[in-house]
């Protein structure tokens, strides 16, 4: 069936780039979305984008979106040990249907 | 500023004994979501409501049952748990269509 894939793991250095990388197999997805979870919390909504657009930015936070090759990457930069926690690529599909990947869990060190 | 407050966060059960997992959400949203979370996994959907009234099953919905009670609740039962049901539990809500998904904070159960 449909998915949405991403790595599993990232490590970085605080103050470097990190960029967390998602590939989807449906065609038809709307929007896609990065959902970010902090340990014993749930998911909250990070930023999403429109499957028209190929890219997005918010202040640290850059998506790309290459429609063609089903690749969707959020790049945070200057990355704070703030952002340790996991990542989650998403996609909207039927125009009602969500489909989550299994998160990325970025670690940053000092 | 509540929020989707689920009940309990700990729960451990033995095999065979039945629960239920509450939620509640105070945002009006009309669709409400119970998804369990697996190591590797991501979120899986058990069960979704879309209003008032109304359930459907999701991805993996066999061992559950729902009852979206009001606007505001929907619970999430387990019959008969067994081990395979260990994971931690998220509900959600979303005003419909936006994708925007409201979580609370999960419940861990554990079945022995």
């Known amino acids: 069936g449909e998915d949405v894939e991403q790595s599993l793991f990232l490590s970085v250095r605080e103050g470097d780039s990190s960029v967390i990388n998602c590939t989807y197999t449906d065609s038809s997805s709307t929007y896609l979305y990065w959902y970010k979870q902090e340990p014993g919390a749930g998911l909250q909504l990070l930023t999403y984008?429109?499957?028209?657009?190929d890219m997005k930015q918010d202040q640290r936070l850059t998506v790309l979106l290459n429609k063609k090759d089903k690749h969707l990457s959020l790049r945070i930069a200057d990355t704070q040990t703030g952002d340790s926690a996991i990542y989650f690529c998403a996609d909207l599909y039927n125009n009602n249907d969500m489909r989550f990947g299994a998160g990325t869990r970025l670690t940053v060190k000092p | 500023n509540a929020g989707v407050t689920q009940t309990p966060k700990f729960q451990v059960l033995k095999t065979g004994q039945s629960m239920t997992l509450q939620c509640a959400q105070d945002?009006?949203?009309?669709?409400m979501y119970w998804y369990r979370q697996d190591p590797g996994m991501g979120l899986r959907l058990i069960y979704y409501?879309?209003?008032?009234?109304?359930?459907d099953k999701g991805e993996v919905p066999n061992g559950y049952n729902v009852s979206r009670l009001n606007k505001r609740e929907f619970s999430l039962r387990l019959e008969s748990a067994a081990p395979s049901q260990t994971s931690v539990y998220f509900c959600a809500s979303e005003e419909r269509g936006t994708g925007e998904l409201f979580f609370g904070e999960g419940s861990r159960l554990t079945v022995l």
């Open positions: 409501s879309a209003s008032e009234g109304t359930t």
């Open positions: 984008i429109f499957s028209n657009m």
């Open positions: 945002m009006n949203h009309n669709s």
